[in-house]
């Protein structure tokens, strides 16, 4: 078990990247063996070493594949590059940069090279914490023949229709243009949701959030609407509040999931 440093040039911004990559125990001794790959995002603020310094996610890692609850998998934990607070991991209406581009046609085929992956979407799933549960979700309902499922852990689970004056007057604007617009619609995970549930091929959910949160009420908001529209998923609701702590503890909850979702 290793974290290694991974630097790849993106093409989407035109510019060298660096994603933190665990590696599993025995990995450079078993030469033949593949990998499933979960890419685990970070939040506003944060960087692609977020995940290991702040939320302990090489020991969680280490003891739920000693545990057999994970099967032996690479982690890629990438920068959302790099941009203002945070990017989203979404292709910018304002033009700004192509960040959901520079997550699915840049790092992903750089790790499928350099690491003995299993590249196929039967065997890769990503997650996220507050911006990056927004993201994991977002890539994955637009993305389903790339993902086979996400996580969030107290995601930014946001729809147009949701935000207040005061984030319309964010970056959020910037992001996804006009509210009722059509490039806001991409981006909406509740019209997102509505639209792949009408299509045979669409990643499996897990999403989980504190009472406490401030992005409580959005998660509630986005579980009623998957049970109104019959989208099988798993939604969980703890004490706690928008903090590592939290999402450090129920990091294990995301990655059990996923790993059920991916052996069924």
């Known amino acids: 078990m290793a974290i290694v440093p991974f630097s790849f040039f993106s ?19 078993a030469e033949d063996k593949r990998y499933p790959v979960v890419y685990l995002l970070h939040g506003v603020n944060g960087d692609e070493t977020s995940w290991t310094v702040k939320g302990a996610a090489e020991s969680t890692l280490d003891v739920l594949i000693a545990s057999g609850e994970l099967t032996e998998s690479i982690v890629v934990m990438p920068n959302d590059g790099g941009y203002g607070h945070g990017t989203f991991y979404a292709n910018w209406y304002d033009g700004t940069g192509r960040f959901e581009d520079y997550i699915l046609y840049d790092l992903i085929p750089a790790i499928d090279r350099e690491f003995r992956t299993i590249a196929d979407r ?3 799933s990503v997650a996220g914490l507050s911006m990056g549960g927004y993201g994991a979700f977002v890539l994955a309902l637009r993305n389903p023949e790339i993902f086979g499922a996400a996580a969030s852990i107290a995601g930014a689970l946001m729809s147009a229709a949701m935000l207040t004056p005061q984030e319309l007057r964010s970056d959020i604007l910037r992001i996804m243009g006009p509210v009722h617009g059509p490039y806001a619609k991409q981006l909406d995970v509740h019209v997102l949701a509505a639209q792949r549930i009408r299509e045979e091929l669409r990643p499996a959910l897990h ?13 509630q908001a986005f579980q009623e609407l998957l049970n109104q529209l019959g989208y099988e998923h798993e939604y969980m609701e703890f004490e706690g509040s928008h903090q590592w702590s939290y ?3 129920h990091l294990p909850d995301a990655l059990r999931y996923l790993e059920r979702s991916l052996h069924r």
């Open 11 to 29: 093409g989407a911004l035109y510019a060298r990247k660096v994603c933190q990559v665990y590696v599993p125990a025995g990995y450079r001794e």
């Open 247 to 249: 999402f450090g503890e």
């Open 122 to 124: 039967t065997k890769r």
């Open 207 to 219: 999403f989980n959030c504190g009472r406490e949160d401030f992005l409580f009420p959005a998660n």
